[in-house]
């Protein structure tokens, strides 16, 4: 089982930056593919970004070329660089590990970029 938690959300001017961050525990995540996700009010969650355990990675197409997500295994943990966020980045943002078996979720962190 794999316990995972989101930080570094918060309130940002249109234009800024934020580093999501997601520790991990009870498990190694080397072991799983890592995703980050968001959810709008009224809105189906959404895949944002994603990195597989070999570090290949993909992005949704509103987010590419500004946001980067990477892994440390080291250190247990995977992160969410944002950068140019604008008012339709405003979202609940969550860590995803999967295997074929498992997936499990952070608690989300919130994220609001004001105009």
């Known amino acids: 089982q794999v316990q995972l938690v989101e930080s570094g959300g918060g309130l940002v001017q249109a234009g800024g930056s934020l580093r999501l961050s997601c520790a991990a525990s009870?498990?190694?995540?080397?072991?799983?593919?890592m995703g980050w996700f968001r959810q709008a009010p009224g809105k189906q969650r959404e895949l944002v970004a994603s990195?597989?355990?070999?570090?290949?990675?993909n992005y949704a197409d509103s987010v590419k070329g500004r946001f980067t997500i990477s892994r440390d295994n080291a250190k247990n943990a995977v992160y969410l660089q944002m950068s140019r966020l604008n008012p339709e980045d405003t979202a609940v943002y969550y860590c995803?590990?999967?295997?074929?078996?498992?997936?499990?979720w952070g608690q989300g962190t919130q994220v609001t970029v004001s105009s």
């Open positions: 995803n590990a999967n295997s074929t078996s498992f997936n499990y």
């Open positions: 990195i597989t355990r070999a570090g290949t990675t």
């Open positions: 009870g498990r190694s995540l080397s072991l799983y593919h």
